[in-house]
């Protein structure tokens, strides 16, 4: 879809559109990774993320989907958890075995569910926190090769939100793939600019080799300016971004992930006057908007 802002038309992927397992970019993910589950035989999964994870929510909806046992490792206040809807709730009616523990704890956590598992001769699949994997990545390689089938319109510009980067990295290569030189702006929603550049180079060189593409045109380009002190933080601007998102543009920006890239993303074009086709992909994030109520 299209939309006017700051004088320029904005193209927007509707990601949260996607059908499966809560949508969303997770959803997208868990569907390619959950693919590579059921043809190595896995059993159990074991994962990570926050109390509203959309990563959580949707490897619980798989597992229970695929009547397999699941393990969340969760950080985050566990008060919090028990009292709000969203991802937290289809989490707690999901089935899964919920640990908490804090986020130095979480590799330990892991370990210890993987061994609980393989003591009762299951067969667990250590999925790593906002499916931060070859495969999940690879589900945007095939994202962005659905985009120029169904739109003769090639972006000179793609803004997303940015957690643990696979969205991107795949993104990045899948412009590759198809000769694209369209730059790639990802908005951090927690990490600072060096680890978050660090995670998505690391993974699209992944890609790059397992595509055996040689003529990279992507760098990763994280932007930090807008975290408003860390994940799940926001301001005024990004606020009032969301609260009118629906009004405005027809379609719903929650505070911890797509406002705060909305926000970055017009602010960026602003800056250095940008102009040319923006897209905007839009990550999902219903499930976190509808998690709490207003203050």
């Known amino acids: 879809m299209i939309i006017d802002v700051l004088d320029n038309s904005f193209f927007v992927v ?3 559109l996607y059908p499966f397992i809560g949508g969303g970019n997770k959803g997208r993910k868990l569907s390619k990774i959950g693919d590579y589950v059921k043809k190595n035989n896995y059993n159990a999964i074991v994962t990570t993320g926050g109390i509203q994870s959309n990563h959580c929510r949707a490897a619980a909806i798989f597992a229970a989907q695929n009547n397999m046992e699941c393990t969340l490792v969760l950080h985050g206040d566990e008060k919090r958890f028990h009292a709000e809807n969203g991802n937290a709730k289809l989490m707690r009616l999901s089935g899964s075995r919920i640990v908490f523990t804090e986020a130095k704890g979480i590799s330990d956590a892991m370990d210890a569910a993987v061994v609980d598992y393989y003591a009762k001769d299951l067969n667990p ?5 906002g499916g931060h994997t070859l495969e999940g990545a690879m589900a945007y390689v095939d994202a962005v090769k659905d ?3 169904i739109t003769d319109t090639r972006p000179d510009y793609i803004f997303l939100p940015t957690g643990t980067g696979s969205t991107q990295a795949g993104i990045m ?3 590759d793939l198809m000769g694209s030189d369209c730059k790639v702006v990802g908005i951090s929603v927690g990490r600072e600019r060096n680890s978050a550049e660090k995670h998505v180079t690391n993974l699209y060189c992944e890609l790059r080799n397992h595509l055996y593409l040689t003529n990279g045109k992507n ?9 408003c002190g860390g994940y799940e933080k926001s301001n005024e601007e990004i606020n009032d971004i969301s609260e009118k998102s629906l009004s405005n543009y027809g379609f719903v920006l929650d505070t911890t992930y797509t406002a705060k890239a909305f926000y970055g993303m017009m602010e960026y074009v602003r800056k250095k006057s940008l102009k040319g086709h923006i897209f905007f992909w839009h990550t999902g994030g219903i499930l976190n908007f509808l998690a709490k109520s207003k203050n």
């Open 219 to 227: 760098s990763a380009l994280v932007l930090d300016d807008y975290l």
């Open 173 to 175: 290569a899948g412009l």
């Open 14 to 16: 509707r990601d949260d």
């Open 147 to 149: 985009l120029f089938e």
């Open 125 to 129: 699949y250590y999925l790593r926190g």
